[in-house]
């Protein structure tokens, strides 16, 4: 995937189920200082996939763009200094 953005996720609501639209990605847990090591996924042929750290279970939804999530919100944001 080289040359391309890697989308990252995060999870401040606590939702069991985060539904995406892409099948690699980043997933960093919740906003900082609650934020785990930022790690990548790669669903490869499946269609869910749980991350190590925050147990979060992650849904691709070929529906959704890369920068969209099921529920809203879900999409990490580099905050400015």
């Known amino acids: 995937m080289a040359g391309h953005s890697i989308p990252h996720f995060q999870n401040d609501g606590g939702h069991q ?3 995406i639209g892409v099948k690699e990605f980043m997933c960093t847990g919740a906003s900082s200082p609650f934020d785990h090591p930022h790690i990548f ?3 490869g ?3 869910e996939k749980v991350c190590s750290y925050c147990s979060t279970l992650f849904r691709y939804n070929p529906a959704l763009k890369a920068d969209q999530t099921n529920p809203p919100g879900c999409v990490f944001h580099v905050k400015a200094a």
Do not use: A
Request: net charge negative; charged share 35%.
């Open 17 to 19: 189920v985060i539904e």
């Open 41 to 43: 996924i790669d669903m």
């Open 45 to 47: 042929h499946d269609n």
